[in-house]
Structure formats: C-alpha cells, structure tokens
C-alpha cells in the first residue's frame, strides 16, 4: 500500500488557522476531492470536524478519524474511529487500500512526514498568517515527479503549483 499525503502549503508552511482554511481555491478542492476518491482518508480528529457538516463524512471514500478519545462517539456509521495513526493506517491495509491519502491537519502531517512514500502538494504561492504548518519537506529525500503551474484567476486570489513528490530514500 502507497501511503500518501496531500495538502496546500503556503510559501511560509501555514496550512490554516483557527481550525479552518485560509484560502477559497475551488481548483484545488476539485483536485483534492479527485485525487482522494475512491480510496481511504485518514484525518485527524480536529481536521475532521472543521469540514463543514454536510459534506462529512466525505463520500465516495472510506473516512478514517484519528482521535487520542477512548469513547468518541461516530456521527455515522460509515465513519471509522480510531486511537492511533498506526491503527489507521492497518485499518486502510485490512480493507486493502493501493493508496492511503493522509488529508491532515497539523499534527497528522507532522507525525506522517516522515513515513509517507509520496506527496501531492499544492504550493500557494503566497506567504499567509496561520496557526498550523505543514512540516518541512526536506528534498534531500523526495524526487519532483511532477509540476502543474495554475495561474491565479478571478476564482483564485494566488498562484498555484500542483506537485507530486515520490520518497528517493
Ligand atoms: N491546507 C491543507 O491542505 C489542510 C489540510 C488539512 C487540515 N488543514 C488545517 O489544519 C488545521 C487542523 O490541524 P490540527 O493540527 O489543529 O489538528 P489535526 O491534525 O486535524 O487533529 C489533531 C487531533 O488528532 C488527534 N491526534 C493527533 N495525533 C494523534 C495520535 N498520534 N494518536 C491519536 N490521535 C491523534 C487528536 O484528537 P483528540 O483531541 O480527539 O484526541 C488531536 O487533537 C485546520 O486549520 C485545518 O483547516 C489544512
């Protein structure tokens, strides 16, 4: 199983602020909600209930919620629960998953970085304020496979790179 992870990334690493995102890039999301479809998402707990209510659990793909809560209580019943990254990640390869999409937030990225065998990165080309970052992509271990510039637009207020990385070592 691939195990992947896809955010947008301002320039300085800010990823949202007061559990929400900071930007309206319906390009992006289309991108995001294509790319995911189909497959396993794990997302951490609070990621999961910033996305707005009636849109979750997001449908077409199973939606795995990793929270620390013994007793957290699944608002439906296609929802998955559970208490570690790990489990999460041998709930995707007991459903056999090809491609596990990490979508986040913060802390998610943070303890997944270093496991993950690609990334799909939408780079925002615009330094933004925020209370959450994405970690430090340290080249040294990621080959670019590709780059797809989308200018901004009327509907897009910042340039944006579309690219995958695929671990080198
Ligand atoms: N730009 C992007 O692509 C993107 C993507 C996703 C999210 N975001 C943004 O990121 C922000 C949310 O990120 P966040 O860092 O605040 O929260 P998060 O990573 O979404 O969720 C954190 C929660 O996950 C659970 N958790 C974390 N590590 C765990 C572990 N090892 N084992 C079990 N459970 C664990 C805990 O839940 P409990 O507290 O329930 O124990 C913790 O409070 C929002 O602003 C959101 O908009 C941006």
Redesign the pocket.
């Known amino acids: 199983m691939i195990v992947s992870i896809i955010?947008?990334?301002a320039e300085n690493g800010v990823?949202?602020?007061?559990?929400?995102?900071i930007w309206h890039l319906p390009v992006d999301m289309r991108f995001f909600m294509k790319t995911t479809e189909g497959h396993c998402i794990l997302?951490?707990?609070?990621?999961y209930e910033?996305i707005p209510e009636k849109m979750r659990p997001l449908k077409n793909r199973t939606n795995i919620v990793?929270?620390?809560?013994p007793d957290?209580q699944p608002e439906s019943r296609q929802l998955k629960i559970v208490?570690?990254?790990e489990d999460g990640i041998d709930l995707a390869l007991k459903l056999k998953e090809k491609e596990l999409f990490i979508?986040?937030?913060?802390?998610?990225y943070q303890?997944t970085v270093q496991l993950a065998d690609r990334l799909y990165i939408t780079e925002v080309k615009q330094s933004l304020e925020g209370d959450?970052y994405f970690p430090t992509i340290d080249h040294t271990h990621w080959n670019e496979l590709s780059r797809i510039i989308y200018p901004a637009d009327q509907n897009h207020a910042h340039d944006m790179h579309f690219v995958v990385y695929e671990r080198s070592n």
């Open positions: 955010a947008a990334v990823i949202g602020r007061d559990n929400q995102l997302t951490g707990r609070r990621n910033s990793v929270t620390r809560q957290y208490n570690s990254i979508i986040g937030g913060g802390q998610i303890q959450t």
